[in-house]
């Protein structure tokens, strides 16, 4: 079930797809599903909580933008952080596929750390909003670069510094 993926997630998630591609699929709730699940709890609560917003009065169009669409954005990033994916562990013989389905489990996982951790950030710690989004930032991508040495294996070193590369592809392209 849902709760049981969301466990297994926070605790392994790169042996999560693994067993996943490998055919054990009964044990754990859809990605695709998982992800649309997560991703509109967090639109309801983020829009509840103005949580795209630094209180700093006018922000830039940008902000705007991403405070107003921040489920597409949620959406958007699974493929193309997949593609990305997929270009960079190319030689690790898993398909788009296989790389569209670990990113919706991390999509969908993002999506609960960002409730669990960014909101109460953010409600409690507003006035400090841009070093709230470092810290977030910072621990999505050290949780996705576990992910993938859990996945991809070594050398460690390289498959962390394609995860950061990943990240930040996706962030700009976004």
Not at 69 to 89: G, M, T
Not at 153 to 159: H, K
């Amino acid at each position: 079930g849902i709760f049981y993926l969301t466990a297994a997630l926070a605790t392994r998630p790169g042996k999560v797809a693994a067993e996943y591609f490998a055919g054990k699929r009964k044990k754990y709730y859809d990605p695709l599903k998982y992800l649309t699940l997560t991703v509109g709890v967090s639109v309801l609560l983020t829009t509840y909580f103005n949580l795209m917003s630094s209180g700093a009065g006018h922000g830039n169009p940008v902000s705007a933008f991403v405070a107003k669409h921040i489920n597409i954005i949620f959406f958007l990033s699974v493929p193309l952080a997949a593609a990305f994916s997929w270009l960079f562990f190319l030689k690790k013989g898993y398909n788009y596929a296989e790389h569209l389905a670990l990113h919706a489990f991390l999509g969908g996982f993002r999506t609960v750390f960002f409730l669990l951790v960014f909101t109460p950030l953010v409600v409690f710690f507003r006035e400090h909003y841009n070093t709230v989004l470092l810290v977030y930032f910072s621990m999505w991508t050290a949780y996705i670069a576990w992910a993938n040495v859990q996945l991809m294996g070594r050398p460690y070193w390289l498959t962390v510094l394609k995860t950061i590369l990943i990240v930040v592809l996706m962030q700009a392209t976004i």
